[in-house]
């Protein structure tokens, strides 16, 4: 955590807290122990043993829940988590540049259960409902870890939020002339805009939205290759496609065992097949963060119970056209109904008792009224409709003051997860097949067993030395495993914050 900058970044930004007991590294180290630990909020640490956790931070107790949400509500006030975030990225990137040739770009829907606030509503996934949300647009790298994420206002869209707010922070984190490849999925799909970001110097990577011919099938080949060492085999076939007049894009489509295609277009002309291809299919390593991330580091759970009034500004589709379309809709159903039973009657109308039309219509005639009369309503809603502005300001909506939640402690709380995450992915990393066999299947799960194994912490002054050793785990392998990574660890030599004890890390037979 130290070497991602939690301690030296957060301290830029925020400087030192009001006098206390705990102060700027006390909080900051705190919170990142909480994400490693996985307690989900502060009303957790009701559970914890504060003098265990106090020995962390080198205290003779951690923190309790009033204390923390009143630190948390001093950083927040401040408004700075945003230059935090971009701090860290850019400090990110620096360590390591290559990682930004791709970026992955997608959104995560944060449902809101309560009643008690007026939210914004849009598509969850997940539950395949339409309910008061907040998403969030997260960029991550192109090996899934994250970079940097922005919140939506009032739910905008993937395009509308990439040109106001991701994009630009991706040309001041890569630099002015190099060219970064934007992977996203069908949502963000528009010829027009793929042709304004080539212009702008970003390229796209994506998949082909609506149907398309089929290609034959001997226009595939088998192609295998690597991929950041990975071995990769698919059947591939490629053409150039004019997706706007004057506008190409190459098009790569790979042949499923089930026979269906899959097409991915992108700006980027040299690339091999068979990597763009797997660049691809690897965006679900994203949707993999995302759900590790809900799962153990709480990423939906409320920061806090504060709320914030939308911007003057921002709009939003009217209301009153949803009520008024929804109440169509259901006036159309009604009728189709009407009509399919009219219909019916006229294909089993005996001619030798109603031989003429109008003989069948004066017989059906209250079926018929009943179906005018749907009609006129239908039409007169939609002439009703087209007189109401598409979208009114968001504090012109009638009813309860639509509200967003507590944008800032979300976004303190968020960055903090997302470099303890990164912080257990180095863990990860140094762990290798020799240490442990199982190391991409189960090294996360190891690493948060490690991480929650009881521990001695001995200082010794004399020997400058801050001695952690760790007691037994489950099994030979694991505990194999931990010296493996604990000898890694001492090879860096770290001082513990505020101490000039190196840290030594040892695992006790």
Not at 59 to 71: C, F, H, M, S, V
Not at 77 to 101: D, H, I, K, N, Y
């Amino acid at each position: 955590m130290l070497e991602l900058g939690l301690l030296e970044i957060g301290e830029k930004v925020y400087g030192s807290l009001r006098n206390g007991f705990y102060g700027l590294r006390s909080t900051l180290l705190c919170l990142g122990f909480m994400a490693l630990l996985r307690v989900r909020n502060p009303e957790r640490m009701q559970f914890e043993a504060p003098g265990e956790l106090g020995t962390l931070l080198g205290l003779d107790r951690a923190p309790e829940t009033k204390t923390i949400r009143r630190k948390l509500t001093e950083l927040v006030e401040r408004g700075q988590a945003s230059q935090l975030s971009a701090s860290l990225a850019e400090r990110w990137v620096r360590q390591a540049p290559r990682a930004m040739g791709y970026l992955y770009v997608d959104g995560h829907v944060r449902a809101y259960n309560g009643e008690k606030h007026r939210l914004t509503k849009t598509h969850v996934a997940r539950r395949r409902l339409c309910m008061p949300a907040t998403t969030d647009y997260w960029i991550n790298a192109k090996n899934a870890e994250p970079v940097f994420f922005v919140t939506g206002e009032v739910n905008e869209r993937l395009i509308a939020t990439m040109k106001t707010n991701i994009l630009p922070e991706v040309r001041r984190l890569a630099g002015k002339k190099r060219r970064v490849t934007m992977v996203f999925d069908r949502e963000g799909w528009s010829p027009k805009w793929f042709k304004e970001l080539y212009a702008t110097g970003f390229d796209v990577l994506t998949y082909r939205k609506g149907t398309y011919d089929m290609w034959p099938r001997s226009a595939f080949d088998v192609i295998e290759g690597r991929v950041d060492g990975r071995k990769v085999s698919y059947e591939l076939a490629e053409k150039t496609v004019r997706v706007l007049p004057g506008f190409k894009m190459r098009e790569v489509r790979r042949l499923r065992t089930d026979g269906k295609q899959t097409a991915v277009v992108t700006t980027r002309w040299k690339t091999r097949a068979i990597e763009l291809a797997w660049r691809m299919f690897a965006r679900w390593r994203q949707e993999n963060f995302f759900r590790y991330m809900r799962e153990h580091f709480a990423l939906d759970a409320m920061a806090s119970r504060r709320v914030e009034p939308v911007s003057e500004e921002l709009t939003i589709p009217n209301p009153k056209c949803a009520k008024l379309e929804k109440k169509l809709g259901k006036l159309k159903i009604g009728l189709q109904k009407l009509e399919k039973d009219y219909g019916a009657r006229a294909f089993e109308n005996d001619e030798s008792l109603r031989p003429t039309a109008r003989g069948f219509k004066i017989a059906n005639g209250k079926l018929g009224r009943e179906i005018r009369a749907l009609r006129l309503k239908c039409q007169r809603l939609k002439e009703r409709i087209s007189t109401l502005p598409e979208r009114i300001a968001a504090m012109d909506a009638e009813g309860p003051q639509i509200v967003k939640l507590d944008p800032e402690t979300k976004h303190l709380t968020d960055t903090i997860k997302m470099l303890a995450y990164r912080a257990e992915t180095v863990l990860v990393g140094l762990l290798n097949d020799k240490a442990y066999a199982r190391t991409e299947e189960e090294g996360r799960a190891l690493v948060r067993e490690i991480l929650r194994t009881p521990a001695d912490v001995m200082p010794d002054e004399g020997a400058g030395v801050l001695r952690v050793r760790l007691h037994g785990l489950a099994n030979p392998r694991s505990n194999a495993a931990a010296a493996s990574l604990c000898a890694k660890l001492n090879e860096v030599a770290v001082c513990y914050p505020g101490t000039e004890l190196v840290l030594r890390s040892e695992v006790l037979e």
